[in-house]
C-alpha cells in the first residue's frame, strides 16, 4: 500500500479539486433554492407533490450513495486510480439531466409534470453521486495533514458558495425579466430555462476540470492492497456498516442530519422569505445575493486559521453556536415589531449587514466539518484494516441529501400552515400568512440548528489523536513491509 504525501498540497492541485464544489454549489443552489418554487409557483404542481418527487429520489440514493462510496474505495486500476473513472463518466449524463429539469416538455403542466420531474431527480441524484462521492474523497487522499486537509476542504466549499452564488445572481440579474405585475421575475418561463442551460453547462466544465485538474495526482495517491475476496452483495453491506460504525462518523452524521435539515429549510424558504416577508425587489435580492461573495471570501481567509488556532471541532463549536443564533434573530425581531417597516431602505441595510457576518460564519463551520471528514480515514482504517474515505463521504453524502430532501418536506408543511396559494404575488399576501410563515421557519431553524451543535460536541478526533493515527499506522506498515506484507 503507497502513501499519500504528508504536507500542502500545489496551489494547482488546491485549485483544481476546489473547482469541483462549484458542480455541487451550481447543482445544489438551484435544486434547493429554487426547484421548489419553479415547479410549485411557476409551474403549477402542487408543493406536496415536489417535495415527495424529491423524497422518491431519496430511496434510490438510500442505495447508491454508500455503494459507490465502497466501490470508489475498492476499484483498483492501473492508469486512472480509484476516484477518476467514475468523475469522468458522470460528466455527461449529469449535464444533460439537469438541463432537462429545468426545460420540461410544454406538453406537460401541472400535476403532469409529476412523474417527469421524479425521472429527473432519480437521474441526476444517481449520476452526480457517481461524481460527487469519489471527489470529496480525494480530500483525504491528497494530504494527510491536519491543517492542510482544512485548507483543501476550504477551497472547494469557496468554489461551491461562489459559483451557486454568481447562478443565483444570473438567475435575477440576467435570466429573469420582471414586469409591472412581477417585481421577482419568477413568472418569466424562458428565463428559467435559459438559466438550466448556461448552469448545466457550468455544471459540466466544473466537472472535467477537476477530474482532470488532479489527474496526475493519481500515481501519488493511496493504492490499497489488492482485494483477497470476490466482493458480494451482502458482505459489501457488512463491511459498510462495520465502517460508520465509528464514534466520531456518528457524531458528524447526526449533526449533519440536523445541520442540513435547517439548510433545507433555509435554502427551500429563502425566496419566500425575501420575496414575500421582507419584500425584497429583484435588484435588491440580486444585490443581497452579491454581498454574500464577502463572506465567502471571509471564510475562506478564516477557516483555516480557526482550524489552527482552536482545533476543528471547539472552532465549529463556538462558530457554530453564534452564526445559528445570529441566522434567525431577524425574523423574530421583525415580528416582534423591533425593526423598522417593510420596504424601507434601513430594513434592507440591517439584512444586508446581518446576511455578510453570518454567512461568513455558516461557511466556516461547513469548511471544519468537512475537514474533520477526512480525519476519519486514517481513524478507521487504523481500526479496520481499509481505506474507507469513499464510505465515509458517501454516508455524509447520503445525509446531506435526506436532511435536505427533509428540510424540504418540513417548508412546504410550513408553507401549507401559511397558507401561501401558487401564483400569489409578493404584497399581496396576508398578514397572517407572513407571520406565520415567520415564526415557523425561525423557529424550526433555530431547533434544527442546536441540535446540530449537540451533535457536534460527541465527535473524538483531535489534532492529537490524528497525529497518533498517523504514528501508528507508520509503525503498521512498517511492519508489514518488514514481513514482506503487500
Not at 448556461?198 to 496526475?216: D, N, R
Not at 462518523?249 to 442540513?260: D, S, V
Not at 443564533?325 to 431602505?345: E, M, Y
Request: charged share 10%; glycine share 8%.
Amino acid at each position: 500500500m503507497t502513501t499519500q504525501a504528508a504536507g500542502q498540497p500545489s496551489i494547482w492541485t488546491r485549485l483544481a479539486y476546489g473547482v469541483g464544489g462549484a458542480a455541487e454549489g451550481v447543482r445544489s443552489n438551484g435544486f434547493d433554492y429554487f426547484l421548489l418554487l419553479y415547479y410549485s409557483q411557476v409551474l403549477g404542481v402542487p408543493a406536496g407533490m415536489v417535495a415527495a418527487a424529491l423524497f422518491i429520489a431519496l430511496v434510490v440514493d438510500a442505495v447508491v450513495d454508500p455503494v459507490v462510496g465502497y466501490w470508489s474505495d475498492s476499484l483498483r486500476t492501473k492508469t486512472l486510480g480509484r476516484r477518476h473513472p467514475f468523475m469522468y463518466a458522470s460528466i455527461v449524463p449529469v449535464v444533460i439531466i439537469y438541463f432537462l429539469t429545468w426545460s420540461p416538455p410544454a406538453a406537460l403542466q401541472g400535476e403532469a409534470l409529476f412523474p417527469w420531474l421524479v425521472a429527473m431527480t432519480i437521474g441526476l441524484r444517481l449520476f452526480f453521486s457517481f461524481f460527487e462521492v469519489p471527489n470529496q474523497a480525494l480530500a483525504a487522499e491528497l494530504t494527510q495533514d491536519y491543517d492542510a486537509r482544512t485548507v483543501l476542504v476550504s477551497y472547494r466549499t469557496f468554489f461551491a458558495w461562489m459559483a451557486g452564488l454568481s447562478m443565483q445572481i444570473a438567475l435575477f440579474a440576467v435570466f429573469l425579466t420582471q414586469s409591472e405585475t412581477d417585481r421577482t421575475g419568477f413568472t418569466d418561463i424562458e428565463g428559467w430555462h435559459t438559466y438550466g442551460l448556461v448552469a448545466a453547462g457550468v455544471i459540466g466544465i466544473s466537472m472535467l476540470i477537476c477530474a482532470a485538474g488532479t489527474h496526475q495526482r493519481i500515481a501519488h495517491l493511496v493504492q490499497p492492497a489488492a482485494l483477497t475476496h470476490k466482493p458480494k452483495l451482502n458482505r459489501i453491506f457488512a463491511e459498510i456498516w462495520e465502517t460508520v460504525f465509528n464514534p466520531s462518523f456518528g457524531a458528524l452524521f447526526a449533526a449533519t442530519l440536523f445541520g442540513l435539515i435547517a439548510t433545507g429549510i433555509s435554502a427551500t424558504l429563502n425566496q419566500y422569505i425575501n420575496g414575500f416577508f421582507w419584500q425584497f425587489s429583484g435588484d435588491q435580492l440580486a444585490l443581497l445575493t452579491t454581498s454574500v461573495y464577502i463572506s465567502t471570501i471571509l471564510a475562506l481567509v478564516l477557516a483555516p486559521i480557526i482550524g489552527k488556532v482552536l482545533g476543528k471541532k471547539r472552532g465549529s463549536l463556538i462558530v457554530g453556536f453564534v452564526a445559528f443564533t445570529i441566522a434567525p434573530a431577524p425574523v423574530v425581531l421583525s415580528l416582534l415589531g423591533f425593526l423598522p417597516d417593510t420596504g424601507t431602505p434601513e430594513l434592507f441595510n440591517i439584512i444586508l449587514s446581518v446576511t455578510v457576518i453570518d454567512l461568513a460564519l455558516i461557511i466556516v463551520t461547513q469548511m471544519l466539518l468537512g475537514s474533520m471528514v477526512a480525519d476519519l480515514a486514517e481513524d478507521s482504517e487504523l481500526k479496520t484494516g481499509r481505506r474507507s474515505e469513499g464510505v465515509f463521504f458517501a454516508g455524509i453524502s447520503f445525509i446531506r441529501k435526506l436532511a435536505q430532501g427533509s428540510g424540504v418536506l418540513l417548508a412546504a408543511v410550513v408553507l401549507s400552515f401559511a397558507a401561501i396559494e401558487p401564483g400569489t404575488p409578493p404584497g399581496t399576501v396576508p398578514e397572517e400568512s407572513l407571520r406565520t410563515l415567520g415564526w415557523y421557519y425561525s423557529g424550526s431553524l433555530f431547533a434544527a440548528w442546536m441540535l446540530m451543535i449537540g451533535c457536534i460536541s460527541l465527535y473524538r478526533i483531535s489534532r492529537e489523536s490524528h497525529e497518533a493515527n498517523l504514528a501508528a499506522l507508520a509503525e503498521k506498515r512498517s511492519a508489514s513491509a518488514g514481513a514482506g506484507v503487500p
